[in-house]
Nanobody, 120 residues
Framework: QVQLVESGGGLVEPGGSVRLSCAASGTTLRLWDVEWYRQPPGTRYV????????????????HYTDTVQGRFTIFRDNTENSVHLQMSSLKPEDTAVYYC?????????WGQGTQVTVSS
């Protein structure tokens, strides 16, 4: 059974940095496209999640939404069977629950989410 577990969230000051991790079990994560989504405060539905960053299985191509371009970096650590999201120059509007999703051949799996709060 495929499971994804996010970690690394917490409280961080504006301008600070944090690294999120998405660790997989039951599969080899490098074979999957992986995305990071975030769910802003006050929303509750899956279709309200915003795609933040993505990395492809083939060639590990990366893509970012405009609001995080240049501040966030998504990358793989195949030795840990994980995908990380390095977040820098954080802003209060980055506050959200962050989810990773693995996508392959019309199958997808989500993690349980990790809260990131950007506040002084």
């Amino acid at each position: 059974q495929v499971q994804l577990v996010e970690s690394g969230g917490g409280l961080v000051e504006p301008g600070g940095s944090v690294r999120l991790s998405c660790a997989a079990s039951g599969t080899t994560l490098r074979l999957w496209d992986v995305e990071w989504y975030r769910q802003p405060p006050g929303t509750r539905y899956v279709d309200q999640r915003e795609l933040v960053a993505a990395i492809t299985a083939l060639h590990s191509e990366t893509h970012y939404t405009d609001t995080v371009q240049g501040r966030f970096t998504i990358f793989r650590d195949n030795t840990e069977n994980s995908v990380h999201l390095q977040m820098s120059s954080l802003k209060p509007e980055d506050t959200a629950v962050y989810y990773c999703r693995a996508d392959r051949n019309s199958n997808d799996f989500w993690g349980q989410g990790t809260q990131v709060t950007v506040s002084s």
